[in-house]
């Protein structure tokens, strides 16, 4: 029986997720939700941080309240690719 280790993510991780997903369509809550494996309550607080820092914006999408990434957010995940890139 082989032990799997597990780790958390940091923080930029998890914002450089929900900005990638933002990036191919805009996302609803419980979409990034369930993709990013968080709760609610994580999701809320980091949409929360995103809006504020101008990393997405919110908008309805098909009559839905969606979140799109900004030029902005773009540049944090290139930034943060980089930064994998160097790192692995």
């Known amino acids: 029986m082989s032990l799997t280790t597990f780790r958390n993510r940091s923080k930029h991780e998890i914002i450089y997720e929900m900005l990638s997903l933002c990036d191919f369509n805009p996302m609803i809550k419980t979409d990034l939700m369930y993709k990013t494996n968080l709760s609610f309550f994580q999701v809320q607080r980091y949409l929360t941080i995103l809006k504020h ?3 997405v ?7 839905r309240r969606s979140y799109i990434i900004t030029e902005k957010g773009r540049d944090y995940v290139h930034a943060f690719q980089q930064l994998l890139e ?3």
């Open 53 to 55: 820092q101008d990393l």
């Open 57 to 63: 914006t919110e908008d309805t999408y098909e009559g």
């Open 86 to 88: 160097a790192y692995n």
